[in-house]
């Protein structure tokens, strides 16, 4: 069964700074996609960024870039220059061809100002 | 383009009861999945629909189901309500179910259990 883990319950950084939410995730698949989601207070998920696992370079999305580890199963988020607007909840998760999102169970990010 | 709409946003309702909750998908888009959030954890798969048939089915009673209908729009029904219900029920649409396709979720339905 597929399994995601997000070990940081609550993370919190200093605005502008860097912070980096850690994921592992449990497959045997070897075609899968990994992503990961921001829940605001508004309830909404909001794709920050994603990962094919056939591709080797880790995936960046302006201040959001992933380090992939492919062999660990470890997929963790690095976000630059932490913004007030990032503070939210981040959910990482794993999909397998057309089936369901898995995801873990969350790390919530503070920024203090 | 309107978003991934779900209605209601907030519902009581009290045990042994029956619900409907709403979604319609973005315009285009063929695929529509649920997922319950219970507070504190992340969203657990409950059904997925492409085309008006479903394609998965996640570890829930059969108390859950769901359907699509033609415009791809797509209700979720739970009968004999119990407490453990009350969570945060999100719809998520997608162009296809495939591969990375982004999937873009509604801002769900808070169903509380009395």
Not at chain 1, 41 to 68: C, D, G
Not at chain 2, 38 to 63: A, C, H, S, T, W
Not at chain 2, 75 to 95: F, H, I, K, Q, W
Request: proline fraction near 4%; glycine fraction near 6%; charge should be neutral.
């Amino acid at each position: 069964a597929q399994t995601v883990t997000q070990s940081q319950p609550e993370m919190s950084v200093q605005e502008a700074e860097t912070v980096t939410l850690s994921c592992t995730y449990d497959t045997s698949e070897s075609d899968y996609y990994l992503f990961w989601y921001k829940q605001p207070p508004s309830r909404q998920m909001i794709l920050v960024i994603r990962q094919e696992a056939y591709k080797q370079q880790n995936a960046t999305e302006n201040r959001f870039s992933v380090n992939f580890q492919k062999a660990a199963k470890s997929f963790s988020l690095k976000i630059s220059d932490s913004q007030l607007g990032d503070a939210a909840m981040y959910f990482c998760a794993e999909k397998q061809g057309a089936q369901k999102l898995v995801f873990g169970q969350g790390t919530r990010l503070t920024i203090n100002p | 383009d309107a978003g991934v709409t779900q209605s209601p946003t907030h519902l009581i309702k009290t045990r042994g009861q029956h619900v409907t909750l709403r979604c319609s998908p973005i315009s285009g888009h063929k695929s529509v999945s649920w997922y319950q959030q219970v507070l504190g954890q992340g969203p657990q798969f409950i059904f997925q629909y492409y085309e008006k048939e479903e394609r998965g089915r996640g570890n829930f009673p059969d108390r859950f189901s769901a359907r699509q209908f033609p415009n791809y729009s797509s209700e979720l029904n739970v009968n004999a309500l119990l407490l453990g219900d009350s969570a945060l029920y999100l719809c998520a649409s997608s162009s296809s179910p495939t591969g990375n396709t982004e999937a873009f979720f509604g801002q769900g339905t808070r169903l509380t259990v009395v």
